[in-house]
Nanobody
Framework: VQLQASGGGLVQPGGSLRLSCAAA????????IGWFRQAPGKEREGIAC????????KYTDSVKGRFTLSKNNAMETVFLQMNSLEPDDTAVYYC??????????????????WGPGTLVTVSS
C-alpha cells in the first residue's frame, strides 16, 4: 500500500492545519492507523492512532486536546486536524497503517506501510 500524506506547510503559532492520508483505491477498512512525526534531531514519535477494530483512539500527551484523528470512509482518507499549533510541533509528519488489532500503539514496528511524510513548520 502506497500511502500519501498531504496538507503540511508553514503556519503561525496558534494556527491550524489539516493533514490528509490516502492511498489510491485503498479503503483502510479495519486497519490500525497511526500518525507519527519526526522533528530535526529527534526520534520519530507516535502522536495519534486509531484502531479500526474497536474505533478506539489514542493521543500522546503533548497533542491531546489540540489534534484530532478521523477517518472518512467515503473518501477513503484519514485526517489529522491540528489546532493551536506550537513551534514544537514543527516536524515531518507521517501516516502509517498496521494490521487489524484491538487498541493501537505508538510502536513504529507495529505499522507495515508508511507514507513519505509531509513537513509542518510552525513559525512566526
Amino acid at each position: 500500500v502506497q500511502l500519501q500524506a498531504s496538507g503540511g506547510g508553514l503556519v503561525q503559532p496558534g494556527g491550524s492545519l489539516r493533514l490528509s492520508c490516502a492511498a489510491a483505491g485503498y479503503p483502510f477498512g479495519r486497519d490500525t492507523i497511526g500518525w507519527f512525526r519526526q522533528a530535526p534531531g529527534k526520534e520519530r514519535e507516535g502522536i495519534a492512532c486509531m484502531s479500526g477494530q474497536d474505533r478506539s483512539r489514542k493521543y500522546t500527551d503533548s497533542v491531546k486536546g489540540r489534534f484530532t484523528l478521523s477517518k472518512n470512509n467515503a473518501m477513503e482518507t484519514v485526517f489529522l486536524q491540528m489546532n493551536s499549533l506550537e513551534p514544537d510541533d514543527t516536524a515531518v509528519y507521517y501516516c502509517a497503517i498496521g494490521r487489524t488489532r484491538f487498541g493501537c500503539t505508538f510502536v513504529p514496528g507495529d505499522y507495515e506501510s508508511w507514507g513519505p511524510g509531509t513537513l509542518v513548520t510552525v513559525s512566526s
